[in-house]
């Protein structure tokens, strides 16, 4: 299995950025989709964004599109979560995750990183 280590959580403002990194290491990076899920206190961990193994084809959820850019680095072994006009309902624990195939359910991803905390204030 991959390992995955996600860091750039934290606090900020209403409307604010912040940018999410998850390294990966133990086993070829470029045989993996990767995605992004989040989990808010009291709810179900549910999907953000996943990017295809090469990079292309991002896909987002509804509520992220628009404000939210998933991309990778192939050679630094590493998934980013771009996150702009953050909301106080984006709070929560962002988990990286990776993906033999392709899917956007919580099923479809076999490795899992320990997550980071993000808190948009109002």
């Known amino acids: 299995q991959v390992q995955l280590v996600e860091s750039g959580g934290g606090l900020v403002e209403a409307g604010g950025s912040l940018r999410l990194s998850c390294a990966a290491s133990?086993?070829?990076?470029?045989?993996?989709?990767m995605g992004w899920f989040r989990q808010a206190p009291g709810k179900e961990r549910s999907f953000v964004a996943a990017?295809?193994?090469?990079?292309?084809?991002?896909y987002y959820a509804d509520s992220v599109k628009g404000r939210f850019t998933i991309s990778r680095d192939n050679a630094e072994n590493t998934v980013y979560l771009e996150m702009n006009s953050l909301k106080p309902e984006d709070t929560a624990v962002y988990y990286c995750?990776?993906?033999?195939?392709?899917?956007?359910?919580?099923?479809?991803?076999?490795?899992w990183g320990q997550g980071t905390q993000v808190t948009v204030s109002s």
């Open positions: 133990g086993r070829t990076f470029t045989r993996y989709n």
């Open positions: 990017i295809s193994r090469s990079g292309g084809a991002p």
């Open positions: 995750a990776a993906a033999a195939g392709w899917g956007i359910t919580k099923a479809d991803f076999g490795s």
